[in-house]
């Protein structure tokens, strides 16, 4: 079932993927006017990602995790998620 919206889960993946590069990053006036959503909006759907993509490792299905590792993919799927 899903329980976000499809703006607000492409919203809250964009934020999940700007704080893993930059952890001090906040959500500023610009994002919140493109997106239509704040920062306190995406927090419910940001921890789950976060919550999926810790539990990852421990996932029997890895053929994209290792596909994505590769350096051709800038090993993307060895990036550390941090809170």
Same mark, same amino acid.
């Given at each position: 079932m899903l329980v976000y919206s499809p703006s607000l889960i492409a919203a809250s993946a964009l934020f999940l993927a700007i704080r893993m590069l930059n952890k001090w990053y906040t959500w500023n006036p610009l994002m919140v006017k493109d997106t239509h959503y704040t920062e306190h909006q995406l927090k419910p759907a940001f921890k789950d990602m976060c919550i999926?993509?810790?539990?990852?490792?421990?996932?029997?299905?890895?053929?994209?995790? /290792? /596909?994505?590792?590769?350096a051709r993919y800038h090993k993307v799927a060895l990036i550390k998620v941090t809170d």
């Open positions: 999926l993509f810790t539990g990852i490792e421990r996932c029997s299905l890895q053929t994209i995790r /290792k /596909k994505f590792s590769l």
